[in-house]
């Protein structure tokens, strides 16, 4: 399964980190939206538990959008 911004969101939400993932930016870094550092840690857990993809702590600065999360996901699922 290839992410898409709207999978991304879904996790957002089902992280329970915001009010309404829907009203994010895309290019816009998950921390400057009102997301701290630990519930980012949490979006980044799911997101390797439902895509079944390792984000190493050394990749970690290459996904703080949600654009970002989507092209490194599927880039990592190639």
């Known amino acids: ?3 898409t911004v709207e999978n991304i969101k ?3 939400a089902e992280a329970e980190v915001l009010g309404d993932a829907n009203e994010m930016k895309n290019d816009i870094a998950l921390s400057e939206q009102g997301i ?5 840690v949490n ?7 439902k ?4 984000i190493p702590d050394e990749d970690l600065a290459q996904v703080t959008t949600i654009d970002a999360i989507v092209e490194y996901v599927n880039n ?3």
């Open 1 to 3: 399964m290839k992410a």
């Open 10 to 12: 879904e996790i957002i």
């Open 36 to 40: 701290d550092s630990l519930d980012v």
């Open 43 to 49: 979006v980044y857990l799911l997101i390797e538990e």
């Open 51 to 54: 895509f079944d993809v390792q």
């Open 76 to 78: 990592k699922l190639v």
